[in-house]
């Protein structure tokens, strides 16, 4: 359960964005091992013809390219039918499901099929993203910033003529058009992305089968889950017309096969300096940590209140149990003083090397400005706070929306731009139900939590409390706003500034109360962003010097290809097969005692004498992966469809700094799995047909 956007939101702060060759701290180029999130406009064409005698050529990148989908609320996913249906992940799909879900129609739990297209569930606010084209447009930023008088100015510049690049982008060709950011600013692309905004539920499993084994086994292996559920894109109310398409192959892969995947991976930092990755190390990831494990225990006291409540809760526990054991994961990598003493080596010998090269030396700064900047931001981390709850956060977006419109499209904060807002729009006025009683708790929390950074008698504190307990506060907001109602804030966003800053709404209010530190805060991490940046930018342009661009960039949720062999691993001195079968989900159960979470649905028991038991469930490959690929398709060399990208194993946690195919595997749900299950678990075979190309629809 990998994906880190889908629950990444929570957790992220700035991660710049680096070139991922460096993942061992060496500046030499790949080594043998299937590395690197890949660019589609840069494939490691040489590399995939010596190794594998395989030339991939650009038709064949840009079917699978356009084949590719990216969900908005994080993860991946893939076109395999021409009539628009869209295949990923169950834990990709659960923010939609539990939005679906209601008290006594528990689609997330029970799960859900359509027998005809007439029976398809409309998702209240999903967008899928199908990358159309990319286009280089490095020399345009850097023109714009190459006159700037200081730190400030350049950031107001690149984002000046980012924000012109996309609008006018977005005005040519009516898509949803971004500049990306790639190799710590050494290279800047524009994305060309077609919007999907009617998006409709076709099958979901139960949550028992898809996250069988539940928190404990998350991030194992051997697993047994059917991670998978299906969407339907439409336009004019009909399902949508696709060209570029994944044909399905049932018979899935073979052991030692070549395999591909095409995915969004959230963010890594493969190049951090070792200062840099001390930071992550010793401040930022103890402290996401403190808050994922506060919260998720807040989630599971709310969750125990009732059977609804926990209903309430279930898809954020989810959520927070995978980010905790992701994170953990991750530290435990940094906390190796192996791998740093290992780092700090390469580091030095690089320096000691540019230092005595007279056309690389003036670039051996940009590691001492970056370690810099480490402690300034400990210090920022320090007096962060936070109180994302939903309603707050709808808030905050109204009052910065009031405010960020006054000004000219190029002087906006990024997520009001012209060329993001009809996905802005999409979101702020969602339908899908907001449980006032669970917004409670959680902002509840949050005020605790921020008395605890601040301190009680700080004006901030002083502001949040007025006089009252954290409890107390909450209940008193949460009982007097509007923001959990669609039609208010649809009322709301249709007003001028004046009918939004005044409305009296108490979040609104606490917004405008907070909206100054907040905004101080992220100009002050902004400003560190933007050194850093031009430092990174220094370090890519000792890499291109070197190597020219044939390295890949660290992930930005940005489609990329990855490769690999689907391949066993050694562990505790025993053979971890490649595969498991159907079959082995029962034996999974028992081997636990038939009891939670290794429980399969009755659909499952009462399938089991005809389901097939010897066709594979999952398997493992080593494809470079990290969270945001859930849901990515895993392709032969056909293009055909022969799995899902559903999870990493343990080993593969610390792949956010480096990769190493020993023992890090991607796992995945195999085709023949999928069909299997339709056909004789779920009563789905038309669905089974359609993917297989059988359908007479």
Known sequence: MTSFCRHGFLLGVFLPLFLGSLAIGSFAPRAEADEGMWLFSNLPLQYLAEKYDFRPDDQWANKLMRSSVRFNVGGSASFVSPRG????????????????????????????????????????????????????????????????????AAAAARRAVIAKIEKAASEETGNRCNVITL????????????????????????????????????????????????????????????????????????????????GNPGSTSRIFTTDALKYQRDIRMPDVLDFIRRREILLQQYSLGSPEKKRRANDEILRFQNSRKAYMGMLGGLQNPAY????????????????????????????????????????????????????????????????????????????????????LERQILSPATIYRDLERVKLADLIARTLEIRGGDSELGKALLQGKSPAARADEIIANTRMHDAAFRKQLYGGDRQSILTCGDPLIELALVLNMEERRIRAANEELDEIERQAYAQIAEVLFAIDGTSVYPDATFTLRLTFGVVKGYEENGKMVPAFTKMSGAFQHQEKHGNAAPWILPQSWHAARDSMQGDVPLNFVSTA?????????????????????????????????????????????????AITTALRNIYDAAHIADELEGQSKK
């Open 183 to 262: 190799y710590g600013g050494g290279r800047y692309h524009l994305y060309e992305y077609k919007k999907y905004t009617d998006v409709r539920l076709v099958w979901a499993p139960e949550a028992d089968s898809a996250f069988f084994g539940g928190d404990a086994d998350n991030f194992e292996y051997p697993r047994y889950c059917l991670d998978a559920c299906l969407f339907r894109v439409y336009e004019d109310d009909k399902p949508a017309v696709i060209e570029d398409y994944l044909k399905w192959n049932s018979a899935g892969p073979e052991e030692g096969e070549l395999i591909f995947v095409s």
């Open 340 to 423: 740093f003493s290992e780092r700090i080596a390469d580091e030095k010998a690089m320096l000691a090397k540019l230092e005595s090269d007279p056309a690389l030396s003036e670039y051996a700064s940009a590691w001492k400005q970056i370690g810099e900047l480490q402690a300034e931001r400990a210090a920022l981390r320090r007096e962060s706070f936070s109180l994302n709850t939903r309603v707050y956060q709808l808030a905050r977006t109204f009052v910065r929306l009031a405010m960020e419109d006054q000004k000219p499209n190029e002087e906006r904060l990024p997520e009001f731009r012209d060329s993001g807002r009809a996905s």
């Open 624 to 672: 470079d992966i990290i969270g945001g690929n859930s849901g990515s398709p895993v392709v032969n060399k056909d293009l055909e469809m022969v799995g899902l990208i559903f999870d990493g194993n343990i080993q593969s946690l610390t792949s956010d700094f480096f990769y190493s195919e020993k023992q890090g595997r991607a796992i995945s749900v195999h085709a023949g």
């Open 85 to 152: 249906l869209v295949l990923t992940n169950h834990h990709v799909g659960s923010d939609t499901l539990q939005k679906l879900s209601s008290e006594g129609n528990d689609i997330l739990a029970k799960g859900f099929l359509a027998r005809t297209t007439a029976d398809e569930i409309p998702a209240p606010d999903l967008e899928l993203n199908q990358l159309l084209s990319i286009k280089d447009v490095t020399a345009e930023v850097n023109k714009a910033v190459e006159d700037a008088a200081d730190t400030a």
